[in-house]
C-alpha cells in the first residue's frame, strides 16, 4: 500500500501527541539506561580504587538490597499487589541509602579502628539522615493520590529497613582493618585538591560548566 502511495507521489505524514510520546519514551528510556550504567561502573571503580575491597563493595549494595525487599514486602501485605511505578520510582528512592554503608566504612577508614567503633561515631548522624526522610515520606502518605502513597509506603520501609540493615550486619562483616589506598590514587587526589585552590583554575571549571549547559539546553 504504501509502495501504491510512493508511485504516486504521494508523502504520508504522522500528526498527533501518540507518535511523539512513543519516541519520546524510547529516548528517555535509553538516556535512562546510558546514565544508570556509566554512572554505576564509575561509583563502583571509584569505590574499589579508594577501598581495595570486593567484600566492602558487596556490603555497600547490602542495606539497599534489604530496603527493596522490606518496601516490596511492605506494600504487598497492605494493598495485596504494587504497581510497576511504584516499584521503579521506590527502588530509586531506596537506593539513597547506599550512602549510609559508605558512610560508615569512609569513617572507619579515616578515623581507624574497628567497625563497631565507626558504627558508634556515625551512628547519630545515620539516625538524623534516615529519620528526617522517613519524615519527609510519611508526609507524603497524607497524599490524595493513592499512587504517591504508595511510593511513600515502599520508600518509608524501605530506607527503615538498610538503616537496619547498616546498623545490624555491615559492622560484623566488614573487615576489623580495611587495606590502605593505593598510593597513585592518593597521590591523583592530592593533585586534584592543589589544582582546585587555585582561584584560576576553579574560574575555568566554572565557565566550562556554564558552556555545557548552554550547548546541551537545546
Same mark, same amino acid.
Given at each position: 500500500?504504501?509502495?501504491?502511495?510512493?508511485?504516486? *507521489?504521494?508523502?504520508?505524514?504522522r500528526? &498527533?501527541?501518540? /507518535?511523539?510520546?512513543?519516541?519520546?519514551?524510547?529516548?528517555?528510556?535509553?538516556?535512562?539506561?546510558?546514565?544508570?550504567?556509566?554512572?554505576? #561502573? &564509575?561509583?563502583?571503580?571509584l569505590? #574499589?580504587?579508594a577501598f581495595?575491597?570486593?567484600?566492602?563493595?558487596?556490603?555497600?549494595?547490602?542495606?539497599? &538490597?534489604?530496603?527493596?525487599?522490606?518496601?516490596l514486602?511492605?506494600?504487598?501485605?497492605?494493598?495485596?499487589?504494587?504497581?510497576? #511505578?511504584?516499584?521503579?520510582?521506590?527502588?530509586? !528512592?531506596? &537506593?539513597?541509602? @547506599? *550512602?549510609?554503608?559508605?558512610?560508615?566504612l569512609?569513617?572507619?577508614?579515616?578515623?581507624?579502628?574497628?567497625?563497631?567503633?565507626?558504627?558508634?561515631?556515625?551512628? /547519630?548522624?545515620?539516625?538524623?539522615?534516615?529519620?528526617?526522610?522517613?519524615?519527609?515520606?510519611?508526609?507524603?502518605?497524607?497524599? *490524595?493520590?493513592?499512587?504517591?502513597?504508595?511510593?511513600? !509506603?515502599?520508600?518509608?520501609?524501605?530506607v527503615?529497613?538498610a538503616?537496619?540493615?547498616?546498623?545490624v550486619?555491615?559492622?560484623?562483616?566488614?573487615?576489623?582493618? /580495611?587495606?590502605?589506598?593505593?598510593?597513585?590514587?592518593?597521590?591523583?587526589? *592530592?593533585?586534584a585538591?592543589?589544582?582546585?585552590?587555585?582561584?584560576? @583554575?576553579?574560574?575555568v571549571?566554572?565557565?566550562?560548566?556554564?558552556?555545557?549547559?548552554?550547548?546541551?539546553?537545546?
Amino acid at each position: 500500500f504504501l509502495a501504491r502511495l510512493s508511485a504516486l *507521489d504521494v508523502a504520508v505524514e504522522r500528526a &498527533g501527541a501518540h /507518535p511523539f510520546a512513543v519516541q519520546a519514551e524510547s529516548a528517555i528510556r535509553g538516556s535512562v539506561n546510558r546514565i544508570a550504567l556509566f554512572s554505576t #561502573l &564509575g561509583v563502583i571503580v571509584l569505590f #574499589l580504587a579508594a577501598f581495595r575491597s570486593p567484600r566492602s563493595l558487596l556490603l555497600v549494595f547490602l542495606p539497599g &538490597g534489604v530496603g527493596v525487599l522490606a518496601g516490596l514486602a511492605t506494600v504487598l501485605l497492605l494493598h495485596g499487589r504494587i504497581h510497576g #511505578l511504584t516499584l521503579a520510582f521506590g527502588a530509586s !528512592l531506596v &537506593g539513597v541509602c @547506599v *550512602d549510609y554503608p559508605v558512610h560508615l566504612l569512609g569513617h572507619q577508614r579515616l578515623a581507624g579502628g574497628t567497625p563497631q567503633q565507626a558504627l558508634r561515631a556515625v551512628r /547519630p548522624g545515620l539516625l538524623l539522615g534516615a529519620g528526617t526522610t522517613v519524615a519527609g515520606f510519611a508526609g507524603l502518605m497524607a497524599t *490524595d493520590f493513592p499512587g504517591i502513597r504508595e511510593i511513600a !509506603l515502599f520508600a518509608a520501609a524501605g530506607v527503615s529497613a538498610a538503616l537496619l540493615a547498616t546498623v545490624v550486619f555491615v559492622p560484623p562483616l566488614a573487615a576489623s582493618s /580495611p587495606p590502605a589506598p593505593g598510593p597513585l590514587l592518593v597521590a591523583a587526589l *592530592d593533585g586534584a585538591l592543589a589544582l582546585l585552590r587555585r582561584r584560576s @583554575v576553579s574560574a575555568v571549571l566554572v565557565v566550562a560548566a556554564f558552556a555545557v549547559v548552554l550547548i546541551g539546553g537545546p
